[in-house]
T-cell receptor, first 111, second 113 residues
């Protein structure tokens, strides 16, 4: 079945350092979504990528979709304490109308 | 605030019991999704309803069932509860049937003792 691998599982950075999380799929994806979950909170949609090689930016966040549409990355420039949380990628199942979430990357920021 | 509401916020019960979790989607959203989040299993899709009909199923246990009512709110019923059912249960909603942006509710934290 549809699987998505997300790495790293955990990253602890100094405030001001950059952060990147990666998602990899064994199959070609129609799209990929990214969500952020703050500690004690619920997942919040960040973005959806659809096109091959697509790059989208939201302030300090840069999202990329691979040329083969099998991988994606989320990069945060100059992390801040407000960036702490778990970042999930989510991909549609091969059949059906459901999302498969990656295991998530937990980001901790030291100030 | 996503516009999705879930009740109760917390639920503590004993093994063998049955509980009902309730979700009201955002105004205008026809799709409702249920997810289970536990430390060791991550965020797992359970089931989807669209405009009152079941449309997709994940690894939902037979002890669990759900429904979506004419006013589009949804309920997740968990029965014969086991310790391992302790988790956060999220409801999410979206406008369409297709897998696009989902809006998550605040979740119900279930503790089975």
């Amino acid at each position: 079945g549809q699987q998505v691998m997300q790495i790293p599982q955990y990253q602890h950075v100094q405030e001001g350092e950059d952060f990147t999380t990666y998602c990899n799929s064994s199959t070609t994806l129609s799209n990929i979504q990214w969500y952020k979950q703050r500690p004690g909170g619920h997942p919040v949609f960040l973005i959806q990528l659809v096109k091959s090689g697509e790059v989208k930016k939201q302030k300090r966040l840069t999202f990329q979709f691979g040329e083969a549409k099998k991988n994606s990355s989320l990069h945060i420039t100059a992390t801040q304490t407000t960036d702490v949380g778990t970042y999930f990628c989510a991909v549609p199942m091969e059949y059906g109308n459901k999302l498969v979430f990656g295991a998530g990357t937990i980001l901790r920021v030291k100030s | 605030d996503s516009g999705v509401t879930q009740t109760p916020k917390h639920l503590i019960t004993a093994t063998g019991q049955r509980v009902t979790l309730r979700c009201s989607p955002r105004s205008g959203d026809l799709s409702v999704y249920w997810y289970q989040q536990s430390l060791d299993q991550g965020l797992q899709f359970l089931i989807q309803y669209y405009n009152g009909e079941e449309r997709a199923k994940g690894n939902i246990l037979e002890r669990f069932s759900a429904q979506q009512f004419p006013d589009l709110h949804s309920e997740l019923n968990l029965s014969s509860l086991e310790l391992g059912d302790s988790a956060l249960y999220f409801c999410a909603s979206s406008v369409t049937l297709a897998v696009n942006e989902q809006f998550f509710g605040p979740g119900t934290r279930l503790t089975v003792l």
